[in-house]
C-alpha cells in the first residue's frame, strides 16, 4: 500500500510515520526533510540570504542538487544526505524552517521534488509525509491521514524539541515561525496545503503516541481488509 501523511507543521507527522513504517516494515519517506535541504543548498551557496533570493537563479542550481536518503540502522531511522553529505542535523534548525516555505514555493522547485517522491512510490509499501502528498505526488495513495493539533499545544512540542537539540529560543518565537509557515504552505498557488477529500483527519492534542499510532494501524488494518473485499 501506499501512505499518505499530510497536515500543519508540528503535528507529529513524522513521528507517526516513522512509527508506522517501522511496526509494517515499509519504508518512510519524509518529503519535507527534501525541501529542507534544497533551502540548506541555497543558503550554503549565498543565493539564499536572509530570505532574499533571485527565483531565476534557484531554478538555475536545481541541477547541483541531489537529494538522498540512507538508512542508519543504529539509529532505526533514515537520515537526509545532500550531495552526499549527512545533513539530518543541519536541516532541523529554525534558521531553516523559517526559510522553507518560501522556497518550496517555486514551482520548479516542487517538479523536481515531485517527481523523485513518486518515483519512490512505484514500488509500494511507502509511507510519505508533508503538505501535498495525498492531493498531488500520491491522489491514488490507499491511506490518506491528515493530521491537525492545537496550535498552542504544536508550539509547546516543537519548542521542547528544538531546546533538546540545544537551540536557545522562546516559545513565543517558535509560535509565530509555525502560524507562519501554516499561512505560507496554505497560501502559496501551487499545492498549496489542504486535505484531500478522502483523507481521515487525525486531532491528537490529546492523545499520546501510542494512542496516535493504534488509531492509524486501525484505520490502515479497515482499509486493507475493505480493498480485500473489492478484489
Ligand atoms: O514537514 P516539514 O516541516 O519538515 O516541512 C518543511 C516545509 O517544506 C514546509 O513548511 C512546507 C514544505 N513542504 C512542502 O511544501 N510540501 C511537502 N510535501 C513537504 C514540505
Do not use: W
Not at 26 to 40: C, E, K, P, Q
Not at 142 to 166: C, P, Q, S, T, W
Not at 172 to 200: F, H, T
Not at 213 to 230: G, H, S, Y
Request: aromatic share 6%; glycine share 6%; net charge negative.
Amino acid at each position: 500500500m501506499t501512505i499518505a501523511i499530510d497536515g500543519f507543521s508540528s503535528c507529529g507527522k513524522s513521528t507517526l510515520a516513522k512509527e508506522l513504517a517501522n511496526t509494517l516494515n515499509y519504508i518512510y519517506v519524509d518529503s519535507g526533510a527534501m525541501y529542507r535541504a534544497v533551502t540548506l543548498h541555497l543558503m550554503n551557496t549565498g543565493i539564499l540570504k536572509d530570505g532574499h533570493f533571485i527565483q531565476e537563479q534557484v531554478i538555475q542550481e536545481l541541477k547541483d542538487i541531489e537529494i538522498q536518503f540512507v538508512y542508519n540502522a543504529e539509529q532505526k531511522k533514515s537520515e537526509t544526505y545532500l550531495n552526499g553529505v549527512n545533513i539530518e542535523k543541519e536541516i532541523r534548525t529554525l534558521a531553516i524552517s523559517k526559510q522553507v516555505s518560501a522556497i518550496s514555493a517555486i514551482g520548479e522547485v516542487r517538479e523536481k521534488l515531485v517527481s523523485i517522491q513518486q518515483s519512490f512510490g512505484v514500488k509500494g509499501g511507502v509511507i510519505m509525509d508533508g503538505r501535498d502528498i495525498g492531493t498531488v505526488v500520491f491522489p491514488k495513495a490507499d491511506v490518506k491521514l491528515f493530521m491537525v493539533a492545537e496550535n498552542d499545544i504544536r508550539a509547546e512540542r516543537r519548542y521542547l524539541e528544538l531546546k533538546e537539540k540545544g537551540e536557545n529560543l522562546n516559545l513565543e518565537e517558535v509560535k509565530k515561525s509555525i502560524s507562519r509557515r501554516d499561512y505560507l504552505d496554505m497560501n502559496r498557488d501551487i499545492s498549496p496545503l489542504r486535505k484531500a477529500a478522502d483523507a481521515i483527519e487525525i486531532d491528537n492534542s490529546e492523545l499520546s503516541e501510542q494512542d496516535q499510532l493504534d488509531l492509524a494501524l486501525q484505520i490502515i488494518q479497515d482499509k486493507k481488509k475493505a480493498l480485500e473485499v473489492a478484489n
